[in-house]
């Protein structure tokens, strides 16, 4: 995984609820075997007119948001299905934060096993980000994964919350996978209880 | 001890270790495996040069991308293809037990677990699919994950976990006749919208519960996601034992009785504590239609088509003034008014026997209107012989719905079943997102009972006046 310390760069705005994993990604891009290359399908419905042709009102089209880092959206973002392809897709666009008032918790576990950062703020807090965001390509923001914080165009810093565990793996691209194999020695030493004890537990047939 | 609830026993029984910060190693102990979200998973396993843990806790399926049509001549749709083979290339590679799309086991992953008796009470149960959840409704802690959680689940039949928030969904009263699981699970996510279940787990009991049936339950529990809840459960019971008794895959002899013994200790202790509770009196509960594009648009269908300008913030009134035009609909129109072009039948929340029952009681003797075409996709292999087997089938193609092979289908529309755009569509699967059965498309949440009256009559329909008028006196 790529390890976030730091991240500046312009934040692109798109006050939308309820934005699901099918606005994200839609299914005719789930039939890649591989996870790089989505960043063309993100938001295929709304980037795209029915010619194939940039929707030039779609925020990511517009000059000032199409080398954006930093998605400003609304509630339950990444609500749905369960398509890691959603992650890969914006990762793969070149957005690597994303801050909403809430996510979906599978969308959350999702990205970040990425190398993304997702960041909830209180929406008071989200609409004045938005707000800033609006200015375009001038509008800067910084994340400072290590303080935990979020520095704004105005210069107002916005902290933020997030797990330990899940900040350690971050901040130093850890694969997660090897973490927990390490400790093998506990996993079949619960396995051995445990089917001792529940003999049911393997499936018959 | 401490009183707890169902999900605090299943949580405790399955913590590995737990990192300083509380997340948790939690033990994996049945892990469904499907074409879409599992081909990277199993190249990072060869990529890193790891093993499956333990092949015998997984099972695999192929179903979002099968045809509907005969599958004995292959498939035609070269990505399709591609994933399929490789979904049955890694499954011979790393010694997993595959269903193939000949198989008469072979059906949507939700469906399959419980039928071969894969699924268990008190269990872990994952797959890389939200609706996973579904899997709950036998007291397993069951949820969704991505795939990189897939990878790291085959590799050391674990998950890294955080715990979630409990919640109470308690149901009152019985519902009315006419009245299924899925309006109620429909009722229930209007009441907590689409976000109101997350970072929770929910456990639903209550007297509407218990007598569910387990179809019943599976379909009230598929749709916990559409909550935004991590997982829903139903503590496990004489009609959860009686549906797993003599499955292939559920134990057998000793063990059978040892696992029940066990099993009915799964259930809430009195005075455990949950962080959120909603009460929902089941009496009070209408058929459920949605009428926009998020599962938490859902109102009885003797309500209007509302207006945005009655939401309550700006956010919702602009998502529901989006919805209103994506869904070609006018605030104020009668839901009863508006005619469908096509009835899918079918998904993971309303593909099983019982919902195929209870279509064809509606439709017999009865056919579907001119102007629509209905489709009724079975769950799996062996519901569909068993549908076949009770004449359920007969009855569906005389009335003039096409009968079609057991997959995911039009829910989600990555095989050829689709609508077009601008088609709108009662259906009995789970999301009604923009696009989702086809772009463009329009999607109406229903249960098979609903579906089956739109079908005849052409439009939404409220099913008990279809069966004051229509039924056989
Ligand atoms: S039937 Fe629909 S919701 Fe269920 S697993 Fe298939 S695609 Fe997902």
């Known amino acids: ?205 | 001890m401490p009183a707890k609830t169902l999900y605090d026993k299943i949580w405790d029984a399955h913590v590995v270790s737990t990192e300083p910060d509380g997340t948790c190693l939690l033990y994996i102990d049945r892990h469904l495996v499907h074409e879409v979200t599992s081909a990277q998973a199993f190249e990072g396993l060869r990529i890193n040069q790891r093993k499956v843990r333990r092949p015998e806790l997984t099972l695999a399926v192929v179903d979002h991308n099968v045809p509907t049509t005969d599958r004995s001549k292959g498939i035609d749709d070269p990505d399709s293809k591609l994933q399929i083979d490789t979904l049955r290339d890694n499954t011979e590679e790393f010694g997993v037990e595959y269903y193939n799309e000949q198989d008469i086991r072979q059906g949507i992953v939700h469906v399959i677990g419980p039928e071969q008796g894969f699924t268990l009470p008190g269990t872990t149960v994952v797959c890389g699919d939200s609706h996973t959840a579904t899997h709950g409704a036998f007291g397993a802690l069951a949820h969704g994950i991505g795939t990189s959680e897939v990878e790291h689940v085959l590799a050391s039949q674990t998950l890294l976990q955080n715990k979630s928030k409990n919640m109470l969904v308690n149901v009152t009263g019985k519902l009315a006749p006419g009245i299924t699981a899925k309006d109620l699970t429909l009722a229930i996510i209007a009441t907590t919208g689409t976000a109101g279940g997350t970072g929770h787990v929910i456990e639903y009991s209550g007297e509407a519960i218990r007598t569910l049936s387990m179809e019943g339950r599976m379909t009230l529990c598929n749709m916990a996601i559409e909550g935004g809840a991590r997982a829903g459960m139903v503590a496990p019971d004489e009609i959860t034992f009686a549906y797993l008794k003599g499955r292939p895959k559920s134990p057998k002899g000793d063990d059978w009785d040892n696992a029940v013994e066990y099993w009915k200790t799964l259930h809430s202790d009195e005075g455990a504590h949950f962080d959120t509770v909603i009460e929902i009196d089941a009496t009070t509960i209408a058929p459920i239609v949605t009428w926009g594009t998020s599962p938490e648009d859902a109102i009885a269908i003797t309500e209007n088509v509302p207006d945005p300008k009655n939401f309550q913030d700006e956010h919702k009134q602009s998502a529901a003034k989006r919805s209103l035009e994506y869904m070609g609909l006018t605030a104020g129109t009668p839901l009863t008014e508006i005619k469908i072009d096509k009835v899918f039948i079918g998904s993971c929340t309303n593909s099983r026997i019982e919902d195929l029952r209870e279509v064809a009681k509606i439709v017999e003797g009865n056919k579907t209107a001119a102007h629509v075409n209905a489709m009724v996709v079975p769950g799996s292999g062996l519901v569909k012989a068993q549908a076949e087997k009770e004449g359920i089938a007969e009855i569906l193609i005389q009335a003039g719905f096409d009968w079609r092979e057991p997959g995911c289908s039009m829910c989600l529309g990555m095989n050829p079943d689709r609508l077009q755009p601008g088609e709108r569509c009662a259906s009995t699967s789970n999301r009604n997102f923009e696009g989702r059965q086809g772009s463009g498309g329009r999607t109406h949440l229903m249960s098979p009972a609903m579906a089956a009256a739109a079908a005849i009559t052409g439009r939404l329909t409220d099913i008990r006046t279809l069966q004051k008028t229509e039924a056989p006196v």
């Open chain 1, 1 to 205: 995984m790529r390890a976030l310390k730091e991240l500046t760069g312009v934040a692109a705005p798109m006050p939308m609820i309820n934005v699901d994993t099918d606005m994200i990604i839609p299914k005719q891009y789930l039939k890649t075997i591989k996870r790089t290359g989505l960043g063309k399908g993100l938001f295929h419905e709304m980037r795209y007119n029915k010619d194939g042709s940039d929707n030039e009102d779609f925020v990511l089209n517009k000059e000032a948001y199409r080398e954006a880092k930093i998605l400003i959206t609304g509630d339950n973002f990444g609500c749905g299905s369960s398509r890691e392809h959603a992650a890969w897709a914006i990762e793969d666009f070149g957005i690597r934060c994303v801050i909403a008032p809430s996510f979906s918790d599978i969308f959350y576990n999702n990205a970040f096993k990425n190398g993304m950062l997702l960041i909830r703020l209180p929406q008071d807090q989200i609409d004045d980000l938005t707000e800033q965001a609006e200015y375009g390509a001038n509008a800067q923001f910084s994340i400072d994964l290590e303080t935990q914080t979020v520095t704004a165009p105005d210069g107002k810093t916005h902290r933020f919350e997030i797990d330990e565990f899940r900040k350690h793996c971050l901040l130093n691209g850890l694969d997660e996978i090897a973490l927990t194999l390490d400790k093998d020695a506990s996993i079949s030493s619960f396995e051995q209880s445990k089917n001792n004890e529940h003999r049911w537990l393997t499936p018959a047939g």
